[in-house]
C-alpha cells in the first residue's frame, strides 16, 4: 500500500517565505515505514523552490492573498497539487491539519478526490484533534485521526487495507452509514525511543530545502505549563527521548544532509535541567561541530545551564515575553514577571546569547494601554529580535472559552466560514470586533504602530549585525548559510530591488 501525506498551502498563498518542513508528517512517514508501507511526503509550500518575505510587518493584508487563492479554482497551485497526487497514484492520502489552515485542507481534500475519486482521505493534526466533529464533516474526509498518530496511523493503515474493524482502531473519528463516530481516545507512547525517526527522505522535491531546515527535531513532547493561549494536546506532562536516541538522529541527519544546525522545537527545552546537561556533554563529544537553536522560558534558565548550552553549541535561544502590562501578562497565566524577563534578558547578554523575544497583541481584555505598554517594553527587554504577533484564539484554550463567554467568539463556525475568513480572523463573530476595549479602527491603528516599531528594531543594522555574529560558527560549518540568510537580510530589509 502506498500512502501520500499533504501539508497543504499555506504560506506560498501569500507570499511569506515558508522555514522548515513538515516535522508531524515526517514521523508519521516513519512510522508507517517501519510497518512495511511505502511513504512521500507532498509540502505544498515546497512543491516549487521556495519563495516569499521575511518581513511580518505587513502579514495581515498579505493573508488576504490567502483568501483568494483559496477560492480560485484555477489557481496553478491547485493545478500543480491535481497534477502531482494523479502522478503518484497513491492508495491512501492523509493531510495534516493546522487552525490556521484549515481552509486550505478543506480544499486539498477537495481536489484530491476530484483528482483520484475512489483514494480514501485521512485528516490528522492539531484542529483534527481540537474539532473532530468539523474535520469529519468535510464531506471528502474518510477518516480524522485525534492527538498523537505514530502507532494510531499505521493500525488504521492496515486496518483500511484488510477492510477490518475500524472501531477498534483507538483515536479514530470515522463515518459509518452517514453518522460520525468517535473511538475512544488513545493513550499516549510513554517510550519515544520506540517511535521510529522522522522519514526526512520520505520528502519530495529535497532540493527546494536547505540542510538547516533538515535539523529541526524534538528532543521531548510535552510542556507542565498552563498558558492559557495554548492547545496542551500532550496534556501537561512531558515525556524525554534518550540521549543515545537523540543523538543517533542527530548523526543520522549529518550523515544524510550534511547538517550541522539543528533547530530543537520542544516546547520548553530547559524543563529537565540534569537532562540539558547531560545532552549537551554528549553535543560536545560529537565526531562533528553542531549548533542549535531551542526555547525555553525565563523561569528555566540559569547560569551553568548556559554556560553548558553555549559551550555546545547554542546560536539562538527564544523565549515568550507575551506582553508589557502586567495585568496581560498574569491573564496568559504564563506565571512569570516582567523581573524576571529582564533578569533572564541580562543573563543572556551576560553570556552574549542572540535570544529572541516574543510579544503579542489583541487579546480579549487588552486596552489601548496595554498594547502601548508592550511596545515600550520590547526596548526595556532589548533583545537581539523581537516577534510580534496579533492573538489567535484557538478551541480547547481558556483564552478561547474567555472569548466565547465575552460574546466574541463563534465556537462552532460552519466549514464555509474557514474558505472566507483571514486566517488571523478565525473563528471572531465580527473581525471587526475584536476585543471587548478597542474599536476596529483603533486597533488596526495600534497594530500598524506595533508592526513598525518592531520591524525598525530587528532591522536595525546592530541587531542583524548580532544575529550574524551568532551563526558564525554554523557558517564556518556550512558556508552556503551565510549566503542564505544574507539573501533573507536583504530581503527583510526591504533592499532586494537594489540588488536585482
Not at 483559496?70 to 492520502?93: A, F, G, M, S, Y
Not at 489552515?101 to 480544499?107: D, N, P, T, Y
Not at 546569547?353 to 502601548?372: A, K, N, Q, R, V
Request: charged share 25%; glycine share 6%; with cysteine.
Amino acid at each position: 500500500m502506498k500512502i501520500l501525506f499533504i501539508d497543504p498551502p499555506f504560506k506560498s498563498f501569500a507570499g511569506i517565505f515558508s522555514l522548515y518542513f513538515p516535522l508531524g508528517l515526517a514521523y508519521l512517514a516513519g512510522a508507517v515505514k517501519k510497518a512495511g508501507f511505502e511513504c512521500s511526503i507532498l509540502d505544498m509550500d515546497a512543491a516549487l523552490p521556495k519563495e516569499g518575505t521575511l518581513n511580518f510587518s505587513r502579514e495581515y493584508e498579505q493573508y488576504t492573498n490567502y483568501v483568494t487563492a483559496l477560492n480560485d479554482d484555477k489557481h496553478p497551485t491547485w493545478q500543480l497539487l491535481c497534477r502531482l497526487v494523479k502522478e503518484h497514484r497513491p492508495d491512501v492520502i492523509g493531510i495534516t491539519a493546522l487552525t490556521t489552515k484549515f481552509g486550505s485542507v478543506i480544499q486539498t481534500a477537495r481536489f484530491c478526490r476530484k483528482a483520484l475519486p475512489d483514494v480514501p482521505i485521512i485528516i490528522g493534526g492539531a484542529q483534527a484533534s481540537t474539532m473532530p466533529e468539523l474535520a469529519a464533516s468535510i464531506p471528502e474526509v474518510d477518516y480524522v485521526l485525534r492527538g498523537e498518530s505514530d502507532e494510531a496511523m499505521p493500525e488504521l493503515l492496515q486496518t483500511i487495507s484488510s477492510r477490518g474493524d475500524f472501531s477498534k482502531v483507538a483515536g479514530l473519528t470515522w463515518k459509518s452509514n452517514g453518522k460520525i463516530i468517535h473511538n475512544p481516545d488513545r493513550a499516549f507512547v510513554q517510550n519515544l525511543d520506540s517511535i521510529a525517526f522522522p522519514d526526512r527522505q520520505a520528502l519530495l522535491n529535497q532540493d527546494h530545502y536547505s540542510t538547516e531546515d533538515m535539523g529541526i527535531m524534538l528532543t521531548s513532547r510535552g510542556c507542565p505549563f498552563r498558558c492559557s493561549y495554548c492547545f496542551h494536546m500532550w496534556e501537561r506532562k512531558v515525556r524525554y527521548r534518550s540521549i543515545d536516541s537523540i543523538i543517533e538522529e542527530i548523526m543520522q541527519i549529518n550523515r544524510e544532509f550534511n547538517t550541522t544546525q539543528f533547530s530543537i522545537k520542544d516546547d520548553s527545552f530547559t524543563v529537565k535541567k540534569s537532562h540539558v546537561l547531560k545532552l549537551c556533554e554528549a553535543f560536545q563529544k560529537l565526531p562533528f561541530k553542531i549548533t542549535f537553536n531551542c526555547t525555553t522560558r525565563v523561569d528555566l534558565v540559569d547560569d551553568e545551564l548556559m554556560k553548558a548550552m553555549k559551550a555546545a553549541g547554542l546560536s539562538q535561544l527564544s523565549i515568550g515575553i507575551e506582553s508589557g502590562s502586567a495585568r496581560i501578562l498574569k491573564e496568559t497565566d504564563k506565571d512569570i514577571t516582567h523581573e524576571q524577563i529582564l533578569e533572564a534578558a541580562s543573563l543572556f547578554n551576560r553570556h552574549k546569547i542572540f535570544w529572541t523575544g516574543y510579544f503579542m497583541i489583541g487579546l480579549p481584555s487588552e486596552t489601548e494601554e496595554d498594547i502601548l505598554k508592550t511596545i515600550r517594553f520590547l526596548r526595556k527587554a532589548k533583545p537581539c529580535y523581537g516577534g510580534l504577533g496579533v492573538y489567535n484564539p484557538f478551541p480547547r484554550t481558556k483564552l478561547f472559552d474567555q472569548g466565547v463567554e465575552m460574546g466574541l467568539l463563534d465556537p462552532n463556525p460552519p466549514l464555509e466560514h474557514f474558505l472566507n475568513t483571514n486566517p488571523k480572523d478565525l473563528f471572531f463573530k465580527d473581525p471587526h470586533k475584536r476585543m471587548a476595549n478597542i474599536d476596529h479602527q483603533r486597533f488596526q491603528e495600534l497594530s500598524e504602530l506595533a508592526s513598525n516599531e518592531f520591524h525598525q528594531y530587528n532591522s536595525r543594522l546592530f541587531n542583524l549585525a548580532r544575529r550574524g555574529f551568532a551563526r558564525q560558527k554554523a557558517y564556518m560549518n556550512n558556508p552556503s548559510m551565510f549566503w542564505l540568510d544574507l539573501s533573507k537580510a536583504v530581503d527583510f530589509l526591504g533592499i532586494s530591488k537594489l540588488f536585482k
